[in-house]
């Protein structure tokens, strides 16, 4: 059975960083892209970067040069860097994977996606 686990989530300070992990276990996804999304209160869960299995990423403009995605294909692992945190970052985060390929412009819709994670909360104040 495949599981995605997030963890890293918290409670910061604008400015500050987090890092969020995604741990899978069930199945190797060394070959599948991987992604991060992220569902603010009453706002629709929007996408927030991915990376191809060549470690290649892709993010939406609003995180771009503040957020590095990363991933350890052989810990079956992504992750997530968050620097210069936003209270407009405040969101649950979520990781999924996918069994597509193509475009970063089409892997970043939700149903590209075949497995995801719970979620971990992250909390920025002002």
């Known amino acids: 059975q495949v599981q995605l686990v997030e963890s890293g989530g918290g409670l910061v300070q604008a400015g500050g960083s987090l890092r969020l992990s995604c741990a899978a276990s069930?199945?190797?996804?060394?070959?599948?892209?991987m992604g991060w999304f992220r569902q603010a209160p009453g706002k629709d869960r929007e996408f927030v970067a991915l990376?191809?299995?060549?470690?290649?990423?892709y993010y939406a403009n609003s995180v771009k040069g503040r957020f590095t995605i990363s991933r350890d294909n052989a810990k079956n692992m992504v992750y997530l860097q968050m620097n210069s945190l936003k209270p407009e970052d405040t969101a649950v985060y979520y990781c999924?994977?996918?069994?597509?390929?193509?475009?970063?412009?089409?892997?970043?819709?939700?149903?590209?996606?075949?497995?995801w994670g719970q979620g971990t909360q992250v909390t920025v104040s002002s």
């Open positions: 999924a994977v996918s069994t597509q390929n193509g475009s970063g412009a089409y892997l970043s819709g939700m149903n590209r996606y075949d497995y």
């Open positions: 990376v191809w299995s060549a470690s290649i990423p």
């Open positions: 069930g199945r190797t996804f060394s070959r599948n892209v």
